[in-house]
């Protein structure tokens, strides 16, 4: 359990800390401690809601914000629909909430997959039931929950032999219809709990795709393309194609009278 009362809305930090986990509990514990810094500079009263008009404290350029509650449904909203985006409340909720003397969270603010008990909310449901991968954590999780009430009730049957007696008729005729009710929609059951696996067994292979890169060409078309980069070799020496500097022979020709030229000057 995390230390409370360390913000100035020690009622709203508590019920939070109550419902939420440990790790959203303290973002939104950070929440209310930044909302010091801000103030609210106009408060409207309306029939039904109120809107107050929230601005941070040495802050001109800070843009101002409209948080809207309205007393009817006990809901509370703003519009930097912060709460829509990341699931929690965002400071000037908490602003608003200390101008109006709220002491009780709104309920429109409070998200179920931040509750500690979020698995037994969505294990509640058959639709929700279908998302999720193990079948065996639903039977454990429904035998947990009709655990408890058989204990209860075999607590109240070991009273008196009238209260056991009239506990073993009620568990006889509940037996018989229970075993009844499986057998009508035992397929129904046996699609929930196996929903996933039904999925799985009809996966097919994904489609290949192309990966990036050039597409692949024809013999002609490569020939074509080949012929068209490749230039005719030029000459630059005598201009004349078919060869190259190395390879010309009016520059191996000139090179043997120059050095014919230069053995007549040593002479």
């Given at each position: ?67 809207t509650f309205k007393r009817i ?121 196996g929903a996933v696996h039904e ?58 009278e120059s050095m014919e030229e ?6």
């Amino acid at each position: 359990m995390p230390v409370l009362k360390r913000t100035s809305m020690s009622e709203i930090e508590e019920q939070f800390a109550s419902i939420y986990t440990r790790n959203m509990f303290l973002e939104v514990r950070n929440q209310i401690t930044h909302s010091e810094k801000y103030n609210v500079v106009r408060h409207h009263k309306l029939k039904a809601s109120d809107i107050c008009t929230i601005e941070k404290y040495l802050s001109k350029d800070h843009p101002k914000r409209k948080v809207t509650f309205k007393r009817i449904e006990k809901e509370m909203s703003c519009d930097c629909y912060w709460l829509e985006t990341k699931g929690i409340p965002f400071r000037h909720v908490f602003v608003a909430m200390k101008h109006l003397h709220l002491s009780d969270i709104p309920r429109n603010i409070i998200k179920n997959r931040w509750l500690k008990e979020c698995k037994d909310i969505y294990l509640s449901s058959p639709d929700a039931q279908r998302r999720f991968i193990n079948p065996d954590m639903i039977s454990s999780k429904r035998y947990g929950g009709i655990n408890s009430q058989a204990n209860l009730f075999l607590y109240y049957c070991k009273k008196s032999p009238k209260v056991q007696q009239r506990g073993m008729e009620l568990m006889s005729t509940l037996l018989v219809e229970m075993q009844k009710m499986v057998e009508d929609v035992g397929e129904e059951e046996k699609t929930i709990n196996g929903a996933v696996h039904e999925v799985h067994d009809g996966i097919k292979e994904p489609h290949p795709v192309a990966t990036k890169g050039r597409p692949p060409q024809s013999k002609s078309s490569q020939q074509n393309s080949s012929q068209k980069s490749a230039k005719a070799r030029i000459c630059r020496v005598c201009k004349k194609s078919g060869h190259d500097y190395r390879n010309c022979k009016v520059r191996k020709r000139k090179c043997e009278e120059s050095m014919e030229e230069d053995d007549d000057n040593f002479e």
